[in-house]
C-alpha cells in the first residue's frame, strides 16, 4: 500500500500525540519534523526514527522538501495563518490544527488563495473522524430522539490546577506566556476549546436542513476576562434559523467536560465524551427509545484522522468527505467564533 508522506511544523504538545497516530495507520508515514527547538527535534527524531535529512531547524526549510505529500501545522494559533499561506505558496496539502486562524478574515484570505489551486485543506478536528460520529449521526437522522430541537455542549478543564507548597494547595496564576493565556497567541476558551462545540453545533444543526449562515445569531454570551487579557470561561447560546438552537459551554478554569445533549420530541442523546473517547465511547438515549450504546474505538483517536486525510491524498481530494471538516465549514465556524469573541 502506497503511504502518504506527512511532516509537522511546529512540535508541541499536541504535535506528539498526533505523531503517535502514526503507528496505527496502513496508509500513512511521519516523514519529517521542523522545530526551533533544538531538544523538541531531538526528541521526535530519536522518538519517531525520523531520517536526520529530514530533521529541520526551520519551516521554511520542511516547505521546501519536494519529498512531502502533507504538511500538518501544530503551532500556535497566531501563526496558523502565517504557514498556511505558505505552505499554499509552495503548493503543499495541508492540516491545520484548530482553531484554523484567528479570526473570521484571515480564515476567508485563505480560502480566497486555495482558489483553482489543486491542493487539499482541512482544519483538524479530529473527533470528527471517531467511529461514534457516523453512528450519532444514523441515530439522529433515523429520528430516535424525533425531530431535533437544541443542544447543550460542553468543553472544559481546569487549567490553573493547583500546586502543593509544603503541603498547602495554591493556585496558580493564569502565564501569560503561556499559549493558552497569551492573548498573542490567540488564547482563551473561545479560540482554543470553544470551536469544539461549535463546530458540533453547526454538524447537527445542518442535519436537519441546509444552514443560512447569514442567519445564526450568537445570543447571550458571557465571558470571563481573566488577568492576561483572555476570555478564561465563556458561554453563548446559538439560534441556527431552522427551529435548532444550541448552547455552548468553554472554559479554562472550571472542569466542565466533554458531554454533549441534544434534545428532540422524543428524548435526549447523550454523549458522553464528544471530543476524545479512547477504548469505548458511551451514547445514552432517553425517553421513548430508552437506549445504552457502547462502541468499541481505537485509544489513539488521532489515527482515525490521519487514516482518513491521508486517503483523501491518495485520491486526489481537495478537502475531507462529509463528517469531516470542509473549508465552507471552517470559514462559517470562525464566523461565529468571532461573534463570540467581539
Given at each position: ?227 492576561t487579557g483572555v476570555d478564561m470561561n465563556s458561554f453563548a447560546e446559538l439560534n441556527f434559523g431552522?427551529?435548532f438552537k444550541s448552547k455552548v459551554f468553554a472554559s479554562l478554569i472550571k472542569n466542565l467536560g ?85
Amino acid at each position: 500500500m502506497k503511504q502518504v508522506k506527512w511532516g509537522i511544523i511546529g512540535l508541541g504538545g499536541i504535535a506528539s500525540k498526533f505523531a503517535d497516530g502514526f503507528q496505527f495507520t496502513k496508509n500513512a508515514k511521519l516523514f519529517a519534523i521542523s522545530s526551533k527547538n533544538e531538544n523538541k527535534l531531538l526528541e521526535f527524531k530519536n522518538k519517531f526514527q525520523i531520517d536526520e535529512n529530514y530533521c529541520f531547524s526551520n519551516y521554511d526549510s520542511l516547505l521546501e522538501c519536494k519529498d512531502l505529500d502533507m504538511v500538518y501545522i501544530a503551532l500556535p494559533h497566531s501563526f496558523h495563518h502565517e504557514w498556511v499561506i505558505k505552505s499554499i505558496e509552495k503548493g503543499k496539502n495541508i492540516l491545520v490544527e484548530k482553531p484554523a486562524t484567528v479570526n473570521f478574515s484571515q480564515m476567508e484570505n485563505i480560502k480566497n488563495n486555495l482558489k483553482n489551486k489543486n491542493i487539499f485543506f482541512s482544519e483538524a478536528f479530529m473527533y470528527r473522524y471517531h467511529p461514534q460520529i457516523p453512528k450519532i449521526v444514523d441515530l439522529l437522522k433515523n429520528k430516535i430522539i424525533g425531530n431535533l430541537i437544541s443542544m447543550e455542549s460542553f468543553f472544559g478543564f481546569n487549567a490553573l490546577t493547583r500546586r502543593k507548597i509544603f503541603g498547602i494547595k495554591f493556585k496558580k496564576k493564569p502565564n501569560k506566556y503561556n499559549r493558552l493565556f497569551s492573548k498573542e497567541l490567540g488564547g482563551g476558551a473561545i479560540l482554543d476549546i470553544g470551536c469544539y462545540p461549535v463546530s458540533f453545533s453547526i454538524f447537527v444543526a445542518s442535519l436537519i436542513s441546509k444552514i443560512d449562515f447569514n442567519r445564526i445569531e450568537v445570543l447571550n454570551k458571557k465571558k470571563e476576562i481573566g488577568p492576561t487579557g483572555v476570555d478564561m470561561n465563556s458561554f453563548a447560546e446559538l439560534n441556527f434559523g431552522n427551529n435548532f438552537k444550541s448552547k455552548v459551554f468553554a472554559s479554562l478554569i472550571k472542569n466542565l467536560g466533554k458531554k454533549t445533549k441534544i434534545i428532540g420530541t422524543k428524548g435526549e442523546l447523550i454523549i458522553e465524551d464528544t471530543w476524545s473517547p479512547t477504548n469505548i465511547s458511551l451514547i445514552n438515549v432517553t425517553g421513548e427509545n430508552k437506549e445504552t450504546i457502547k462502541i468499541k474505538c481505537h485509544n489513539n483517536v488521532y489515527a482515525y484522522e490521519i487514516d482518513t486525510l491521508s486517503t483523501c491524498i491518495l485520491e486526489n481530494k481537495k478537502e475531507p468527505n462529509f463528517p469531516g471538516m470542509t473549508i465552507n465549514e471552517t470559514l462559517e465556524n470562525m464566523r461565529i467564533l468571532d461573534k463570540w469573541l467581539n
